[in-house]
């Protein structure tokens, strides 16, 4: 057995393991987080039933991407010194306790954006501690295969979220639901308690401010390519739901499981392609697709459009994502580590809220079709960036 190479100790492993302890764990908990915070992509449906409009549903879904915005900066910077489990368990607790008033509120208020603050903020905690930790501990030649994984319990709760919950509010009703969702987020901080972090050693408790980070050689591109595919990949999924709804389709669900099932196929069987080929000969040609299954979205008529700009959707962004972020990752030193992931999830998330606001605009005054060709277009502004001026990290 060998110790970390990387500057941190106290968690034991062989050469090249992916599947230690401590990662089942940090997934764990990180899988039932998400299912409690993906089954809030029904949400929309509650504020149409409560008589809102397409442009509350973008204000209110994006006031998580708000907060999130300004408490992952210091989400970073605080585990990088305090370390990452306290923090992915608080996130699970918060997650919990701010679910729990939505089975009760039954007119359109204020507490709608207020909680929904609450669970950006939750968001920041667990995915920057459990991305952090899964970082800590698998190795650096293997790390995109790793968050690849960790992503692939992420992104399962974009199809059996919704896919549950939607039963659920058919014969039960919201209140259930909501009162369902709010005890994963509990057990989700129950799982946390259990994780054993690694201890970090003296070089690595101090390192440099964010901003040094982002401006290091390639990350600013690559948080800027982030921010664009959030602009696309968070509103896409928010919309879904009324989209389906405005064309008549009732079984709007398919495409969460259709996204869901060729993302976790892409990074089951082909997780090894980034670290294999290069993370920004991955990544470029996925942005572009990614760019087109969202454009593909506006002239969506039936259900088998929805599966198939699904398997698109899933397939690109299940490469983008890892690539991206172990790219960051790996252009930063360990001691910032935090700081380079609170920078992935920032970019990402500022884009998700700013598309949310605006095309939660743009669709209510022009629809939803040139929503999506927006977004998609959008999108391919990134993909341009990033494949001119994005650095690789070999």
Partial sequence: MAKYSNGLDGVAKEVG??????????????????????????????????????????????????????????VGILIDRLGRKWFLALGGLIMALSTFPFAYLNTLNFLFPLLRILHGAAFSLCFISAGTLTADVTPMQKRSQALGLFGVFTIVNYALAPFVGKRIVENYGFHIFFLTVFIFGFLSFLVALFIKEPVKTGSDIEGKGILTTLFRKGVLVSAFTLMISGSGFIPTLTFIPVFAKDIKIEAFDIFFIAYTISALAIRILGGWIPDRLGKKRTATPALLFFSFSIIGISFVSRVTHFIETGILFGLSHGLVYPSIYALVIDLSPVIERGRAFAICSVAFTLGGMLGSFIYGLVAQFWGFHIMYLTAGGVCLIGFITFSVFGRDSK
Wanted: aromatic share 18%; proline share 3%; charged share 10%.
């Fill in 17 to 74: 393991s992916i599947l230690n302890r401590e990662f089942i764990l940090v997934t764990l908990s990180g899988f039932i987080f998400f299912f409690n915070f993906h089954s809030f992509l029904l949400l929309p449906l509650r504020v149409k039933e409560l008589g809102g409009s397409e442009s509350d549903i973008g204000f209110i879904m994006g006031t998580a991407g708000f907060s999130t915005i300004f408490t992952t900066p210091a």
